[in-house]
T-cell receptor
Framework: GAVVSQHPSWVICKSGTSVKIECRSL??????MFWYRQFPKQSLMLMAT?????????EQGVEKDKFLINHASLTLSTLTVTSAHPEDSSFYIC???????????FGPGTRLTVL | GESVGLHLPTLSVQEGDNSIINCAYS??????FIWYKQESGKGPQFIID?????DKRQGQRVTVLLNKTVKHLSLQIAATQPGDSAVYFC?????????????FGSGTRLSIRP
């Protein structure tokens, strides 16, 4: 149980394009989504928190117009990196909270490379 | 984010020995702490947690120690195995609910010598 998927698992795009990352909970429903970003050899940094049907709350220093979060349902959330640039290249990880077991479940991550 | 981006220190341990990974946390209001294991290219995997009203908790081959006075957390892995090779992160929360955000601390890469 508690399976989280992210799609795509990796993506390479050209600078200036937008990339959408999906995070799904496959066998449970949850109210809260956390999006993290991890640069090579660094820790996970929380970008934003969202609840279904509400606007996301962004951490300090994270541009809300650049990283669009759509929390569509209790099983699907998306992160769109708009007008991506090489400095946005990173490992993006989602995590579901507010789960029935009250445990937070992490996704497998999406590797974004912007050329 | 609140976590600090640092290049990861490495702990090298002989296979079969015990490993001790240390972490200093930042927020004295945090009341729940978690250790995660992250293998290359994967998401973090829960190892063990501890609430602030405890100072020690044991799991299978792992023990977490909490010293609130100096805001220090440690993870002890007994009889370290090759499969324990990974990066280990401590994390802190304010509140036990899974809807509370988790803030990750700096990580440590554990390397196992045969």
């Amino acid at each position: 149980g508690a399976v989280v998927s992210q799609h795509p698992s990796w993506v390479i795009c050209k600078s200036g394009t937008s990339v959408k990352i999906e995070c799904r909970s496959l066998d449970f429903q949850a109210t809260t989504m956390f999006w993290y970003r991890q640069f090579p050899k660094q820790s996970l940094m929380l970008m934003a928190t969202s609840n279904e049907g509400s606007k996301a709350t962004y951490e300090q220093g994270v541009e809300k117009d650049k990283f669009l979060i759509n929390h569509a349902s209790l099983t699907l959330s998306t992160l769109t990196v708009t007008s991506a640039h090489p400095e946005d290249s990173s490992f993006y990880i989602c995590s579901w909270g507010g789960t029935p077991s009250d445990t937070q479940y992490f996704g497998p991550g999406t590797r974004l490379t912007v050329l | 984010g609140e976590s600090v981006g640092l290049h990861l220190p490495t702990l090298s341990v002989q296979e079969g020995d015990n490993s001790i990974i240390n972490c200093a946390y930042s927020n004295s209001a945090s009341d729940y702490f978690i250790w995660y294991k992250q293998e290359s290219g994967k998401g973090p995997q829960f190892i063990i947690d501890i609430r602030s009203n405890m100072d020690k908790r044991q799991g299978q081959r792992v023990t977490v120690l909490l010293n609130k006075t100096v805001k220090h957390l440690s993870l002890q892995i007994a009889a370290t195995q090759p499969g324990d090779s990974a990066v280990y992160f401590c994390a802190e929360k304010n509140g036990y609910s899974s809807a509370s955000k988790i803030i990750f601390g700096s990580g440590t890469r554990l390397s196992i010598r045969p």
